[in-house]
């Protein structure tokens, strides 16, 4: 039977002459024009449709309206799914339908039919490979990943961002290979591979150091690597090293007092709060696929776990508050646990700010204070354990005075915590 027979050919005459009109379409005749047209030539407008199509579900007008976004992303991929096995840009079309009504199915809650979309979009970006058409075989595999380490399958998750590390490490593209490179060393270190997890974080200072060296990044990121390398070091028992990292984190410190820093700070802070998520994943109770956390390393989550995370804030407040009225009746138990919780508070009020407010930081700066006010509290009470924790909260302050550009502070309160931690011989022989 003849593909036309059915359809109105008057239709296919106003979709042509909209198409051609000499003042173009709006977007909303376009995608009528593209869906009529597709009928009569799918190889040409099928493709176009799919486009269109994930076009219009980012309109303006269906921010508030989530269920007629999602229908526009499943006719989206129903459509690429009808490109031509042969056509070149089926893969690219078809992945980017997917990802689009994916991420809308896990901002609905819909996880179990956003993962299965998520494995297709790997499937097609491994089949477009196959077929000549991309030139490694990773398009549509990233999303994967994230919603793999979602839900704790950290080891499948690495093997992922293993490719993209490696594939993007022979260029060492500055923020791109930080990107893909950190996701991998958070899941290798989630799944327990800590030694493969040190190994590829110190490529990334390497990196950061050539980079450093070039008058166009600001010198910042290099000491916020260096500190969490140090803290990676130290976990494995490498106290040398870490004890190195932090004398050179302390020394680019001192630089900065002196000189500030150079380089554009554009999307800076999200180096200094992926790292400052990540030095408290183990505070946070593991990802399961029953009960899916985010994956730290990433800023890419999916809606529903983003949301679940951040709505936990007031009810961590709240706990705060309870523990800092318990603490004068039982200091040895409650304090420690006050300065965990509150941890977790100051690590999800700083995300939030990075990610959903104007990046005025001094808001932020009772609570990393407050961390070390009960830090000093617990080091006059327990000895080195309290000394510990002392130095992780004038870190985690140190950190954040860096990322306000406050470098005077930053560089003192980095040298108590080199103090702390790295005593010099002279010292370590008097304390003995």
């Not at 989530?66 to 459509?79: G, K």
């Not at 990773?138 to 590390?165: D, K, S, T």
């Not at 500055?174 to 493969?196: C, N, P």
């Not at 009470?381 to 302050?397: H, I, Y």
Request: glycine share 8%; net charge negative.
């Amino acid at each position: 039977m003849n593909p036309t027979e059915n359809v109105d050919q008057d239709a296919v005459l106003r979709a042509r002459t909209v198409l051609l009109g000499s003042g173009g379409p709006d977007a909303r005749q376009e995608l009528e024009a593209y869906r009529v047209l597709a009928e009569v030539s799918p190889r040409a407008y099928l493709p176009k449709l799919g486009r269109a199509l994930v076009s219009a579900g980012h309109a303006r007008e269906l921010r508030e309206r989530p269920d007629a976004r999602l229908a526009l992303y499943a006719e989206a991929v129903a459509v690429a799914r009808r490109i031509e096995a042969d056509d070149p840009n089926r893969t690219e079309i078809l992945v980017r339908a997917l990802s689009a009504h994916q991420g809308q199915l896990y901002e609905a809650g819909r996880r179990a039919e956003g993962f299965a979309l998520c494995e297709e979009m790997a499937r097609v970006g491994r089949q477009g490979f196959e077929a000549g058409r991309e030139r490694s075989p990773l398009p549509g595999h990233h999303r994967l990943a994230v919603v793999l380490a979602e839900e704790g399958r950290h080891r499948e998750a690495a093997e992922i961002h293993r490719g993209f590390a490696e594939d993007r490490g022979a260029e060492r593209v500055g923020g791109d290979f930080f990107w893909d490179a950190i996701e991998w060393v958070a899941e290798l270190d989630a799944a327990g591979d800590r030694g493969a997890a040190l190994n590829a974080f110190a490529d990334i200072v390497a990196t950061a150091r050539e980079k450093g060296a070039s008058r166009d990044r600001p010198l910042a990121i290099l000491v916020w690597e260096l500190v969490r390398h140090s803290q990676m070091l130290d976990t494995a028992g490498r106290r040398d090293e870490a004890a190195a990292a932090r004398t050179e984190a302390l020394d680019i410190l001192a630089g900065l007092d002196a000189a500030g820093d150079r380089g554009s700070w554009g999307g800076a802070l999200s180096w200094w709060t992926t790292l400052l998520a990540l030095s408290g994943r183990e505070l946070e109770p593991p990802a399961s696929p029953g009960s899916p956390a985010p994956s730290f390393g990433s800023t890419s989550w999916s809606g529903d776990t983003a949301r679940a995370y951040f709505d936990a804030l007031p009810a961590l407040e709240e706990r705060a508050a309870r523990l800092a009225g318990e603490v004068d009746a039982d200091p040895r138990t409650r304090l420690p646990e006050l300065i965990a919780v509150h941890r977790r508070v100051t690590i999800r009020a700083a995300l939030l700010r990075e990610k959903r407010f104007p990046v005025v930081l001094e808001p932020l700066r009772p609570l990393f204070d407050r961390g070390v006010a009960l830090a000093r509290e617990l080091a006059d009470l327990a000895g080195a354990e309290g000394r510990g924790a002392l130095a992780g909260a004038l870190t985690d302050r140190s950190m954040f005075l860096l990322a306000a550009k406050r470098y005077g502070e930053a560089h003192e309160d980095f040298l108590a915590v080199t103090a702390l931690l790295d005593p010099a011989p002279e010292s370590r022989e008097e304390k003995v």
